[in-house]
């Protein structure tokens, strides 16, 4: 499966960006999928899981309630809704995709390693 992610940019702090990662597979129910994000200095970690059932999601608690992730299968195109955006929330986001279906925190936390990757996209968050 080959991903790239679009939709990256600078935004002021409140305000929004809707990200998207376009798959060359339809990935419900054959791939969990997540976003990730590295800022500068920092390791890669997960925002949002989301397994491969889609009936199970997982958020970072920092992103909990700001940050929405869903899928579109007929676009074969993942979302990350953003918003209220922070400083903190800079860096550059990746979406990945696994064929398993294990607990989605398991990706975001890192107890199961997603194998294939977008090459990212910038977000910056500025005043």
């Known amino acids: 499966i080959q991903l790239t992610e679009s939709g990256g940019g600078l935004v002021q702090p409140g305000g929004s960006l809707l990200l998207s990662c376009a798959t060359s597979?339809?990935?419900?129910?054959?791939?969990?999928i997540g976003w990730f994000r590295q800022a500068p200095g920092k390791e890669r970690e997960g925002m949002a899981c989301?397994?491969?059932?889609?009936?199970?999601?997982y958020y970072e608690p920092s992103v909990d309630g700001r940050f929405i992730m869903s899928r579109d299968d007929a676009k074969k195109t993942i979302y990350l809704q953003m918003n209220n955006l922070e400083p903190e929330d800079s860096g550059i986001y990746y979406c990945?995709?696994?064929?398993?279906?294990?607990?989605?925190?398991?990706?975001?936390?890192?107890?199961?390693?997603?194998?294939?990757w977008g090459r990212g996209t910038q977000v910056t968050v500025s005043p």
């Open positions: 990945a995709a696994d064929p398993s279906g294990f607990p989605a925190n398991y990706y975001c936390t890192g107890m199961i390693s997603f194998d294939h």
């Open positions: 989301m397994k491969s059932s889609g009936d199970e999601l």
């Open positions: 597979e339809t990935t419900s129910n054959w791939y969990s």
